[in-house]
């Protein structure tokens, strides 16, 4: 699908892989002068997250939870894509 890229103009195509082990496996692929590669736990969780898991809620305010327990990206340069592997917990109590 197409989503808007995280830096706020153009598109970026995006789509939910096989978990691979992760809670969530994303693949963003696409050429776009910012690049693919995005670190902060707090965009990427409005970015894709909550674009793909429809079920999660919103990212706490507070700074000591940690909804994200971990986020691998693999980045190919031959073809151009992005992987996200997300690893989380949808509990309640880690909100």
Aim: glycine share 6%; net charge positive; hydrophobic share 30%.
């Amino acid at each position: 699908m197409k989503i808007k890229h995280f830096a706020g103009y153009g598109t970026v195509d995006a789509k939910k892989m096989p978990n691979n082990g992760a809670t969530l496996h994303i693949r963003v692929s696409g050429n776009h002068e910012r690049g693919l590669v995005r670190e902060d736990e707090y965009d990427l969780f409005n970015w894709l997250i909550k674009r793909f898991d429809k079920s999660i809620p919103d990212y706490p305010t507070w700074h000591r939870m940690r909804p994200i327990i971990e986020v691998r990206e693999g980045w190919n340069v031959e073809t151009d894509y992005c992987d996200y592997y997300f690893t989380y917990s949808k509990s309640q109590n880690m909100w």
